[in-house]
């Protein structure tokens, strides 16, 4: 079962890349070991960016931050009525999409997927998926570290753990207490958000975030986190993968990453019915 969910992965992550025909560019004429080691390069030199970025924060990105936290804090009020709605749907769910949103987030099914992807994008001397798969890594390495720092240091106790949406034990080494943030919803939103920067078409777009959508609203049904635990860990993966992104078009190291292509603007909402990010097309 794991290996057909991989295989599945690999082959949706490898079309959404390839299938793009705006983005074919020229077989790169060096070697693929002088390709490998470029890539490794900016991967590198992304994550180094990316994890710096915070000694470099000006007015906006504090405001930015500010939003982000205020915004989780006033979602927690619903933290434990909306675990209820989401226990109750676990029944009625697909044993496939529950297979799918576990093995999908386990970070070594997600980085074999990535390593397929990247391998594919190296055998054939793409730029485009090579790219795409140097985002990824280098996004993931840098939100795992957040996520890595933020579940010990908070130790917010899960929803199947019988304890409250606000009952904490910081630096915990049980699992009970590693809710916050959600390494799942981390790991499928910034593949999802680094994949659908590839597209020009809105319904590609809209299609990838849904399919990246599944693992947190799996985690949720699986009463393994709260609402606030995914909303938050969604939030900085499209930060940081747009951080990265931003690195390597200024960087201009890869003319895949140049192009003229219809972004999404994000913005925290914030009003007395509506809480989340807005996706502007």
Request: proline share 4%; with cysteine.
């Amino acid at each position: 079962m794991r290996g057909f969910f991989i295989t599945v992965l690999l082959c949706f992550s490898v079309s959404v890349s390839a299938q793009n025909d705006t983005l074919k560019k020229p077989v790169d004429s060096l070697s693929r070991w002088k390709l490998l080691k470029h890539d490794a390069k900016y991967t590198w030199q992304s994550v180094k960016h990316s994890v710096s970025r915070p000694a470099h924060w000006k007015g906006k990105d504090f405001k930015t931050l500010g939003f982000l936290v205020a915004g989780t804090l006033a979602l927690s009020s619903i933290d434990e009525p909306a675990n209820q709605f989401f226990k109750r749907q676990d029944a009625k769910a697909p044993q496939l999409v529950k297979d799918f949103g576990w093995y999908f987030g386990s970070p070594q099914n997600y980085f074999m997927v990535n390593a397929g992807l990247y391998g594919v994008g190296l055998i054939t001397k793409s730029e485009t998926i090579r790219k795409t798969s140097v985002l990824i890594i280098s996004s993931s390495v840098t939100t795992g570290l957040i996520q890595s720092f933020a579940k010990n240091a908070i130790g917010r106790a899960r929803p199947n753990s019988g304890y409250g949406a606000f009952d904490f034990k910081p630096f915990s080494p049980e699992g009970a207490f590693h809710s916050f943030p959600s390494g799942h919803t981390i790991l499928s939103m910034t593949m999802a958000h680094s994949i659908a920067k590839q597209f020009n078409s809105t319904w590609a777009k809209v299609a990838t975030y849904s399919i990246g959508s599944i693992i947190p609203l799996s985690r949720l049904t699986a009463n393994a986190h709260w609402v606030t635990d995914t909303a938050f860990s969604a939030a900085i993966s499209i930060i940081v993968v747009d951080c990265v992104d931003r690195f390597l078009n200024n960087t201009k190291v890869y003319s895949a990453a140049n192009r003229d292509s219809k972004k999404i603007s994000w913005r925290l909402a914030i009003k007395p019915n509506q809480i989340g990010l807005v996706g502007h097309f």
